[in-house]
């Protein structure tokens, strides 16, 4: 016979909330985790978050790391945008990326036409120059990396000529020399 919590999750009737802890001095700015069942102020569990904790109660975890912006997201950051080219993005637009918590220009290159819809008018626009932006970003990077290899390739084509040149004085035909039979 299957158990009412097979059907329904014990744990959506917990009340879960995840925080910083700024009381314990061993424990500062480590995040903790107080589970309570609502309506028993006896039964509070408090300590420190683990990983089981994030497993089972996934969604409060994502809550509280986007509440605290510890979500490390890779690429281009739009303040270093707004910081090369003040021109395509003014600081009203940085605030308003910031608030629908776009972090890197990739995520605006990238952004449906349902996302653009929050940002407002001119999104297409602005998801055009941050297109634009990362495209004049990486042929730059490629230049600056065909500059550098065509450099070294140079100083191992010198090196090379030298380790020949060396060796010139010394240069024999082809084969194997021949064998010297001492008189006898």
Request: without cysteine; glycine residues 6%.
């Amino acid at each position: 016979m299957a158990l009412d919590s097979d059907y329904n999750n014990a744990d959506n009737q917990l009340h879960v909330e995840f925080y910083t802890n700024s009381r314990d001095k061993e424990y500062i700015g480590k995040p903790f985790v107080r589970i309570m069942v609502p309506g028993d102020k006896t039964t509070i569990i408090d300590q420190p978050v683990r990983d089981d904790h994030k497993e089972r109660f996934t969604r409060q975890w994502l809550h509280f790391q986007m509440q605290n912006n510890e979500i490390e997201v890779v690429g281009t950051p739009v303040e270093t945008w707004a910081a090369e080219a003040p021109e395509e993005l003014s600081e009203v637009q940085l605030g308003e990326l910031q608030i629908l918590k776009f972090k890197v220009v990739e995520q605006v290159a990238m952004a449906t036409d349902s996302q653009l819809q929050r940002i407002g008018m001119g999104s297409l626009g602005l998801r055009n120059r941050a297109q634009a932006f990362l495209r004049q970003r990486n042929a730059t990077a490629a230049t600056s990396e065909i500059t550098e290899t065509r450099r070294e390739l140079a100083e191992i084509k010198e090196q090379m000529a030298a380790l020949l040149a060396s060796n010139g004085a010394e240069k024999r035909g082809p084969g194997r020399p021949p064998k010297n039979v001492a008189a006898e």
